[in-house]
């Protein structure tokens, strides 16, 4: 089963990633980002597992254009 992912938790995740790479993620975004990750998993009957390793599967290691 593919995870589909929103927009919405793919622009939270990103700008977990670019606080992570600065060296300043803050608590408050975290939580966010675990907190939509566990809503999103419980509307669609995903694991939360999958969703989350999706999720920074896609944000941290995007494939190239055109693939």
């Known amino acids: 089963m593919a995870i ?6 793919i622009k939270l995740e990103a700008a977990a ?4 790479q600065a ?3 803050t608590a408050d975004t975290a939580e966010q980002v675990q907190a939509a990750i566990t ?3 419980e509307a669609t ?3 939360r ?5 999706e999720l ?3 944000v941290r290691h995007p494939e190239p254009e055109g693939e």
């Not at 589909?4 to 938790?9: A, I, M, S, V």
């Not at 990633?17 to 992570?20: K, P, S």
């Open 23 to 25: 060296g300043a993620l």
């Open 17 to 20: 990633w670019a606080e992570i």
């Open 4 to 9: 589909e992912l929103t927009g919405e938790l």
């Open 49 to 53: 597992f999958e969703v989350e390793r």
């Open 39 to 41: 809503a999103h998993a």
């Open 56 to 58: 920074k599967r896609r």
């Open 45 to 47: 009957g995903a694991s």
